[in-house]
T-cell receptor
C-alpha cells in the first residue's frame, strides 16, 4: 500500500501570499489530520477531517483552513502568510476519526511540506 | 501549552547502550503513544499504551506508564546508529463527542554514536 503523500515537499512564499498544501491519505483511510511543526512550538494540531467534515480544530487563527474531498484527499490553505508560518506541515491519515467507539486509530504520517515564508 | 513534556531534551549514547526517555503529562489521558521522527521527516508510530496498561513491549522497545505520576518512559535496548532520531510522546485527553486530538511533546533528540 502506498503511504501518505504530501505535495509539494518544499515551498517558498512571500509574506502576504497564500498557499495551498495537499495530502493524499493511505487508500481506505477516511480521516486526515494536519499538524504544524516548528522548533519553538513543536508539533501542534491544526484540524482533522473525516468524511469531508471538519471534526476537530486546534487553536490556530482563521487564516488556516482546510477541506477534504470525497476521495479523502485533503488540502489546507493558509492565507496572508506571516513569517511565523514557516514550518513543517505534516498530515496524517487513519482509518477512523479519533476513538469513535472502536478504540484508538493509529495515525500514519506523510513526509511533510516544508514551508518557508520570506 | 504542551500536554506531554519529554525529558531529556537531548541524549547522546554509544551504539549498544540502552536509551531511556521520559514523558510527563498534566491531565488524565486515555492513551499515550510514542513516535519517532528522522531529521525533518514525517513521524513513525512506535507503540501505543492504554491508560489501564502499565508496560508494553515491541521488539527492542519497552514502554511503561504510571498514571499516578502522570509519566511514561520509553526504553530502547541495544541501540543502533539507525535509532538516531527525535522521539515524541503524544497523549489524548478525549472526554467524549468528536473532540478528539493528539497532543505532542517537544521531543527528545537521541543520537547514537557508532
Amino acid at each position: 500500500k502506498a503511504g501518505v503523500t504530501q505535495t509539494p515537499r518544499y515551498l517558498i512564499k512571500t509574506r502576504g501570499q497564500q498557499v495551498t498544501l495537499s495530502c493524499s491519505p493511505i487508500s481506505g483511510h477516511r480521516s486526515v489530520s494536519w499538524y504544524q511543526q516548528t522548533p519553538g512550538q513543536g508539533l501542534q494540531f491544526l484540524f482533522e477531517y473525516f468524511s469531508e467534515t471538519q471534526r476537530n480544530k486546534g487553536n490556530f487563527p482563521g487564516r488556516f483552513s482546510g477541506r477534504q474531498f470525497s476521495n479523502s484527499r485533503s488540502e489546507m490553505n493558509v492565507s496572508t502568510l506571516e513569517l511565523g508560518d514557516s514550518a513543517l506541515y505534516l498530515c496524517a491519515s487513519s482509518l477512523g476519526a479519533g476513538l469513535a467507539g472502536f478504540g484508538v486509530y493509529e495515525q500514519y504520517f506523510g513526509p511533510g511540506t516544508r514551508l518557508t515564508v520570506t | 501549552s504542551q500536554q506531554g513534556e519529554e525529558d531529556p531534551q537531548a541524549l547522546s549514547i554509544q551504539e549498544g547502550e540502552n536509551a531511556t526517555m521520559n514523558c510527563s503529562y498534566k491531565t488524565s489521558i486515555n492513551n499515550l503513544q510514542w513516535y519517532r521522527q528522522n531529521s525533518g521527516r514525517g513521524l513513525v508510530h512506535l507503540i501505543l499504551i492504554r491508560s489501564n496498561e502499565r508496560e508494553k513491549h515491541s521488539g527492542r522497545l519497552r514502554v511503561t506508564l504510571d498514571t499516578s505520576k502522570k509519566s511514561s518512559s520509553l526504553l530502547i535496548t541495544a541501540s543502533r546508529a539507525a535509532d538516531t532520531a527525535s522521539y515524541f510522546c503524544a497523549t489524548d485527553a478525549w472526554k467524549g463527542g468528536s473532540n478528539y486530538k493528539l497532543t505532542f511533546g517537544k521531543g527528545t533528540l537521541l543520537t547514537v554514536n557508532p
